[in-house]
């Protein structure tokens, strides 16, 4: 068996281009589906995909680890770089999927699961939906509070907020008083038996990021996550220390050796993979062994596509300490024309049972695909209060 062509497939999904990478085999019907998904970077991804193929063309699909050591090493670059990392992910997902396909069984088994009756989910405030998620101000107390009686309405157990604005690298009590209230306001709201997480987007700096924690600790989040840059190890290591909520990060950490510095450092207790942007499967495999040598608790990052939910729900089959998986549902009102999914969303608690369908168990609608063609995603440039850029 030969890989014959690897294509990108974009489809524009309002705050993001969805990347999805088709690997096709010379066997007749037989490809595999990843996704290469990283907003504002589509074309350099699109790019780097193609590069890559060169690479790959002629080669056995099922010769995974093989294949990725060679996007990895080849050609003098190592792969962690964020596009090229990127852009081996979604080709690894695809030969994973081809896998699967292969064997007949879903990708979770391939790699020694199922090792759950049910994965859990959680979504954004607002499903997902920009305005919602990325634009409610933080002084906005209410409409937080109403936005996660929505959620729950919804039938999720959990949800994710960004209720802590940007700050200068130093500021005083105000933002703080802020988030605290927001965050108030959603327990609430919802009570102590559902879970609320806080996504600081790694706007504050350390101090700042120490501050918020502090802040936010008595209300007993699930998780608050990025407080500080993830390049901040020590900043982030100070910050777990200091307080006992759990500390996430990892959605924009590309590789083991990156991964074994923060683990090191006690940087977090949650990591945040992302499947997407790691270098796929293959690499998510080897940071869940690390983190598990920690006891650390995996919630891989997942704010896109459809296919990249797919392979996060496959992985959390496989790993004995996943715990949660990322969805959207409101990005867009046609995310369900463009994939037909091997798994269901019970409404009640939404939990997903194992798919049963070889690889990952999904189809991609190419005809729904092309009616959203590639548009430039929505500009987000952050200035703080004096003009200085800021982070997202
Ligand atoms: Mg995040």
Known sequence: MKIVAIETLVCHARMRNWVFVKVVTDQPGLWGWGEATLEWHTR?????????????????????????????????WHGHGIVRSTAIAGIDIALWDILGKVAGLPVSKLMGGPVRDHVRTYCHLGGGRME??????????????????????EGFTAFKSM??????????????????????????????????????HARPSPAMGLSFAKALEPYGLYFLEEP???????????????????????????????????????????CQLDITHCGGLSEA???????????????????????????????????????????????????????REGYVVERQGRIVRPNTRPGLGI??????????????????????????????
């Open 163 to 200: 209720a802590v604005p940007s700050t200068l690298p130093l500021e005083g009590l105000r933002p703080i008083r802020a988030a605290e209230q927001a965050v108030a306001a959603m327990r609430e709201a919802v009570g102590e038996s559902i879970d609320i997480m806080v996504d600081c």
């Open 44 to 76: 350099g991804v699109v790019g780097a995909v193609e590069d890559l193929s060169q690479l790959l063309i002629g080669e056995d699909p099922t010769r995974i680890e093989h294949l990725w050591q060679m996007m990895h090493r080849q050609h003098f």
């Open 228 to 270: 500080c840059w993830p390049e901040s190890v020590d900043g982030l290591a100070r910050i777990a220390r200091a307080v006992a909520t759990p500390i996430a990060t990892g959605e924009r950490v590309t590789n083991l050796a990156a991964f074994r510095d923060l683990f090191a450092a006690g940087a977090c207790s949650v």
């Open 363 to 392: 189809e991609i609608d190419e005809e729904a695909v092309r009616r959203h063609p590639f548009e430039q995603e929505i500009l987000q440039r952050v200035f703080l209060s004096d003009g200085s850029v800021g982070d997202w």
């Open 285 to 339: 495999r080897r940071i869940a062994a690390l983190a598990e040598a920690y006891r650390f608790a995996l919630a891989p990052h997942n704010p896109q596509g459809p296919v990249s939910t797919a392979a996060s729900l496959e992985f959390g089959f496989s790993q004995p300490s996943y715990v949660i998986c990322e969805t959207v549902h409101e990005d867009v009102p046609w995310r369900s024309e463009v994939v």
């Open 132 to 153: 919602d998620f990325y634009e409610t101000a933080a002084d906005d107390a209410k409409r937080f509070a109403e936005l996660a009686r929505q959620a729950v309405e």
